[in-house]
Each structure stands twice: as C-alpha cells, then as structure tokens.
C-alpha cells in the first residue's frame, strides 16, 4: 500500500465503551501524528511520534486517551470510557523524517461516533 | 480561543476566475504557515508552504501572501478550476514544533 491506511474507517460505539484506532503509516517514515476533525472544527493536534523519541502527547485532551507505536510503524490511538463529545473523525499523517519542510501524508480517517 | 481564523465557510468561484482564500491568526509567535486541501471522504493533502521570513511563495497556480502585521495570509488560485473544488484548510505552527493549529476551513467550489 502505497499510502496511510487507517482502520476501521467508521466505528460506532456506545457511550462508557473503550476504542482502539488503528494507524500504518507509509513504509520508511519515521514521524507519526494524530489529529481529530470535530464536527464544525478545524483538526486538532493530539500528538506526534519521532522515531525512537518520547512522543509529544501535548494534545491529548483527557487521561481516557493514549495512544503507542510499535516497532517504530503501526500506532493505536486507544479511548476509554468513550463519551458522546469524543465523536469525531480521527486522522493520522505520516512523514518521511518528521520537520516541517517535510509532507506530512493523511490517511482517510476513522469516523467515531458516540452514542 | 482560537488562534487561527477562516472566517469565510464558503467561497465560489467562476471557473478560469482567480479564488482568494483567506486566513488571520493571533499568535504572534508563529512562523510557519500552511495550506492543506481536503476531498470529501480523504484525508487533507499539503498544498503550499510559507516561512515568515517571506512574504510570497509561489508554485504553479498557487500562491500564499504573507502580511505579518496584520497577521493574514491568504492563498490565491489562478485559473481556478472545477478540480479545485475542495474545504482549503490554514495551518500555523511556531518555532518548529510538530503541533500545527488549524483553522476551520473554506469550502471553495469552482463552477464551470
């Protein structure tokens, strides 16, 4: 695949549930982020890995949010206790070193609905 | 508090005519600006570029306006075309962190 794939691309869920999101980025890069799109709203950073660095989890809203990278490639954004104002769509980027110079790809998102 | 505006949710446009999308921020310590177009059922896709250190960057028929005492930067699109059609995201970021603050976004439509 040439491109970043999120899964599942539409996830409902009832309100108290926990989620887990899914991120691979492109092959090769080594900088990851996550962002949401509320409804009306412009995206929201929530945090960004580099390489083996610590990530910045700077904009994650809550403590019911965590996210990991695995091996360097495949991250999970995780939601506990899910609640109806995290409904959202859920994108990752991926870039090839991270820096603003450098393109940051978007996959398609996954739409969480809370209800 | 939102520290960068798009004030305009819409905007159409004449195909061949030029589009002017607009963008203000408050933060003062950004240095960075970007503009990201967005298809329906896509992720946002990187379209220009801007360091505050200039004022202009251009790229085909793309071009950003930096004005940093006012705080605007606006993207001009000429010719504009039906494929532009799209929700044209600002972002701003300062002293080279990750984190990019996005505006709410302008949905350009390009009629033929």
């Known amino acids: 695949g040439a491109g970043v794939s999120q899964s599942p691309s539409n996830k409902v869920t009832e309100k108290g549930k926990d989620v887990e999101l899914r991120c691979d980025p492109i092959s090769g890069h080594t900088a990851l982020y996550w962002y949401r799109q509320s409804l009306g709203q412009g995206l929201e950073f929530l945090i960004y890995f580099q390489g083996n660095s610590a990530p910045d989890k700077s904009g994650l809203p809550s403590d019911r949010f965590s996210a990991e990278r695995t091996g360097g490639s495949v991250s999970t954004l995780t939601i506990q206790r899910t609640q109806q104002e995290d409904s959202a769509v859920y994108l990752c980027a991926s870039s090839l070193t991270g820096g603003l110079n450098t393109e940051a790809f978007f996959g398609q998102g996954t739409r969480l609905t809370v209800v | 508090d939102q520290q960068v505006k798009q004030n305009s949710p819409s905007l159409s446009v004449q195909e061949g005519r030029i589009s002017i999308l607009n963008c203000d921020y408050t933060n003062s310590m950004f240095d960075y600006f970007l503009w990201y177009k967005k298809y329906p059922a896509e992720g946002p896709t990187f379209l220009i570029s801007i360091s505050s250190i200039k004022d202009k960057n251009e790229d085909g028929r793309f071009t950003v306006f930096l004005n940093k005492s006012a705080k605007h930067l606006s993207l001009h699109i000429v010719p504009s075309q039906p494929g532009d059609s799209a929700v044209y995201f600002c972002?701003?970021?300062?002293?080279?962190?990750?984190?990019?603050?996005f505006g709410k976004g302008t949905k350009l439509t390009v009629n033929p």
């Open positions: 972002a701003a970021s300062q002293g080279g962190s990750e984190k990019l603050v």
